[in-house]
């Protein structure tokens, strides 16, 4: 919210001698956030001035160009010697003799920065610039010299102050529930409680209606428009100029002055903070109506787009159809025009929800859709359209029609109760019952002291205050933050991480020395995230925790596979350019329970009990850690020691494996059914102890090209929380046999659909506690293999805890692993 400081000095007394500086200070600290200051108007220095235009005479160019040469009285303190008038060379012709226009004299400087000097110029020595509204940085023709009206201003005086070219404009940060601060009328009201003087309510009017109707309205959903106020102007100069004043502070607050009776409807939404529409009268069709959209409806806004309407838009319609969507924008067939001189003022409330899921639905958000869903004053509509109306006559000629529509009404505020020590026992600080009351009643709540309690209504611009603690914090606005004590908790013991927590930083660990980058992305995904992964229609990852107020409408839910970030995140690295990414995530994947029930809201008032608590997780879905890696490009880089190798599938597989390792826990690597997005025939189901925990392998084709990653990339996911559950307890450290290893190599035959890990195992499982480990270095198909089978090449190695193997027990370990792979695989010893 930008609030330029003059205009802010029009409703509340600040002292003459406050900085910006220090006001910023001070409405930070009552809860408005400065994001910056702005001082406007800072390039402008030297003499630019107001002048008299006593003669302009036009000299046609060579180059087909006519200039004026002109001579402009500046007035005595800055006419040329002997009070002579300056001479200017002005190649535009929207003045004439007699007009007062702004003339930068040599020494000054505009934005630019560009600085003014008397130059010679199309045969005559210019003395100065007459000056545009753009070349001053202010509203005005571009094309065009600003003519001031008559006896608007003096020869001689300041033109910088006098069009407000120079102003400081503070920017804030408003909090969501602090929606009276998009207004003028807000920050003022702050802003003299902060410095406890005077304050003007520019909403504090008389309102004229003579008690008969305007123009007609029925509203069908009164919940979602609770008040509906019109007002009419009949006789509007539509070629009425906007006053420059009013441009300047359009301009000031980041708007673009349009027309008269459009910059007035702006202009008090931004003074007031209610949002204010207005419809040709002579466009309307009938009766204004407010209702919800019917299937088929379209409507055209103001910023000419087709929309499709839905039921959860709420609507203006008149008997021509929709001609509005309500606290979001208006209609092209009412809008105000070049012709319009008979007005119908919409001043209205709509539900906060209402209004910002239509922004949501048609991705339109406008000044009046983020000032309605965040809450509007409900007793301000009649205020805010008297005075669209007092303006639009003012400065626009016509009359105010006697009558006024209003249907509805503000509905009552709520009551608050609360202990008049309440906000000295949660802050910590001395204030004292007065205090409270007088603190509340600044903040225009009505408040009743009753012995020992505080019944507070709050205003009908502060939606946001509902219960004792929102009271609390009032009053330490009003008494200071900086008066609250910064008292540190004491920290308890610690007790160290827990076994999951460190099995999980160990696992980070292998993945970070396997060569994985770890990212964060967003746990969001949604029907497109798994369209793209390939997930047909009845795949159980499509169905998904739907969020309340998602951050975006393509990624409505919670995620349930990893994949969805990971794969976006290795495509945004593969489009900037890099080949080489190999990505790994650990985090929670959301999957809904069968069934679902509403998760109960507690109060702040005390911790919730076991039993709330066990509500409060029944109504949460399952949230499974996972770990995902994603692949691709060269796995080894080729240089002077040799040449380089791309990633395989077979690197998925392996980087699941070290995990195992890591925490203790075999992760047998098979075939089976492979679901997408997996590659199906280069990809290995992974289980523990039967039980399927994830794939790794190679991505199906179809899935590389969608995201626009290279082929042949690849990718692992598995539950981590099964594979943490399946560690064991971690006694004793193992001890380390001094005794040198014993090394045999065994090649074994077998069918092409025996799984080498199975034989791996039947290895192990044959040559018991002497064999160290068992590694496959080989696999063989050829014309010495028959056709069906493969060989597989194995480096046994053996080592006992007390003494060096001789060869005959290394003999007979090799014999009884080969004996155990022959009984469960079938394998058959190559010769």
């Known amino acids: 919210m930008r609030v330029p400081v003059s205009w802010l000095r029009d409703y509340v007394d600040l002292p003459a001698d406050l900085t910006t500086a220090e006001l910023a200070d001070r409405l930070t600290m009552l809860d408005l956030k400065l994001e910056e200051i702005d001082t406007v108007g800072a390039e402008l220095s030297g003499p630019i001035v107001v ?400 012995g020992g309690t505080l019944v507070v209504t709050p205003p009908t611009w502060r939606p946001d205050l509902t219960d004792p603690y929102d009271m609390v914090e009032e009053v330490l606005r009003y008494v200071g933050y900086d008066k609250v004590p910064s008292l540190l908790p004491h920290a308890p013991v610690g007790r160290g991480l827990t076994p999951e927590q460190r099995l999980r930083r160990r696992i980070g660990q292998v993945m970070a020395g396997a060569g994985y980058v770890e990212v964060k992305t967003f746990p969001f995904a949604g029907p497109a995230d798994f369209d793209k992964l390939g997930l047909d229609d009845s795949d159980p990852r499509r169905d998904q925790v739907l969020l309340e107020n998602p951050l975006s409408a393509e990624e409505p839910g919670l995620t349930t596979t990893l994949m969805t970030g990971a794969m976006k995140a290795l495509a945004l690295n593969v489009g900037r350019g890099h080949d080489d990414v190999a990505l790994f995530e650990t985090g929670r994947v959301f999957l809904p329970k069968p069934e679902v029930t509403e998760a109960p809201i507690y109060g702040v008032d005390s911790a919730p009990s076991n039993e709330e608590y066990a509500a409060f997780d029944a109504a949460l879905p399952e949230q499974p850690q996972h770990l995902v890696l994603v692949a691709t490009g060269r796995r080894e880089r080729a240089g002077w020691w040799g040449e380089g190798r791309r990633v395989q599938w077979g690197d998925a597989i392996e980087a699941v494996r070290r995990v195992g390792k890591a925490v203790h826990v075999p992760i047998h690597v098979a075939a089976g059914e492979i679901p997408a997005p997996w590659h199906p025939g280069r990809t290995a189901v992974l289980s523990i102890g039967g039980v399927v925990v994830g794939y790794a392998g190679e991505l199906h084709p179809r899935v590389c090209r969608t995201y626009g990653v290279p082929a042949r990339t690849v990718a692992a996911e598995i539950d981590l929380d099964a594979v943490i559950a399946a560690a064991p307890v971690l006694g004793p450290r193992p001890s380390f046999s001094a005794y040198p290893v014993a090394k045999e190599d065994v090649a074994l035959v077998v069918a092409s659909d025996v799984a080498s890990a199975d034989v791996a195992a039947a290895l192990v499982e044959g040559g018991g506690e002497l064999v160290e480990s068992v590694r496959l270095f080989d696999v063989y198909t050829g014309e010495q293999v028959p056709e069906g089978h493969k060989s597989l090449a194995f480096a046994l190695r053996m080592r006992a805890s007390d003494r060096t193997l001789t060869e005959a027990e290394t003999a007979e370990v090799r014999e009884a692993a080969v004996a155990r792979a022959a009984a469960l695989t079938g394998a058959v010893q190559r010769t």
């Open 51 to 450: 002048g008299r235009v006593l003669s302009a005479e036009p000299e046609p160019q060579k180059n087909g160009k006519t200039i004026n040469w002109c001579s402009v009285d500046v007035g005595p303190a800055h006419n040329a010697e002997g009070n002579e008038p300056r001479g200017i060379v002005c190649g535009a012709h929207n003045f004439g003799p007699g007009d007062l226009v702004v003339v930068a004299l040599p020494g000054s400087v505009l934005p630019g920065p560009f600085p003014i000097s008397s130059r010679k110029t199309y045969g005559h020595v210019s003395d100065g610039m007459i000056c545009s509204g753009a070349e001053l940085g202010t509203a005005g023709d571009r094309d065009g010299i600003i003519v001031l009206p008559a006896g608007s201003a003096e020869v001689g005086d300041d033109a910088i102050a006098l069009l407000g070219l120079r102003d400081d404009v503070l920017d804030l940060e408003v909090n969501p529930d602090r929606a009276y601060a998009l207004s003028l009328r807000g920050v003022a009201r702050d802003a003299a409680i902060g410095y406890d003087v005077a304050y003007r309510d520019p909403a504090d009017l008389t309102l004229t209606s003579d008690g008969s109707g305007d123009y007609p309205v029925v509203v069908e959903d009164p919940v979602a428009c609770p008040v509906f106020v019109t007002r009419t102007v009949t006789g509007f100069d539509p070629t009425a100029p906007t006053p420059r004043w009013m441009s300047r502070r359009l301009e000031l607050m980041g708007m673009r002055p349009i027309s008269l009776a459009v910059d007035v409807t702006n202009y008090v939404m931004l003074e007031l903070g209610q949002p204010i529409h207005g419809y040709d009268r002579n466009a309307l069709r009938g009766p204004i109506t407010v209702r919800r959209g019917r299937p088929g409806e379209k409507i055209t806004t103001l910023d000419d787009v087709v929309r499709d309407v839905t039921p959860e838009d709420l609507l203006i319609t008149d008997e021509s159809g929709p001609i509005g969507l309500a606290g979001v924008m208006g209609g092209q067939t009412t809008e105000l025009g070049p012709n319009t001189t008979d007005i119908v003022i919409e001043a209205a409330h709509f539900d906060a929800p209402t209004i910002a899921r239509t922004a949501r639905i048609q991705k339109l958000s406008s000044e009046a859709s983020r000032r309605f869903e965040r809450g509007v004053d409900t007793a301000l509509p009649p205020y805010a359209a008297q005075r669209v109306a007092d303006l639009l006559v003012a400065l626009g000629g016509g009359e105010i029609a006697p009558g006024a529509t209003v249907v509805g009404g503000p509905p009552a505020q709520p009551q608050v109760t609360l202990a008049d020590d309440l906000p000295a026992r949660i802050s910590g600080v001395d204030i004292a019952p007065a205090t409270a009351v007088v603190a509340l009643t600044a903040n225009g709540c009505g408040v009743e002291h009753d």
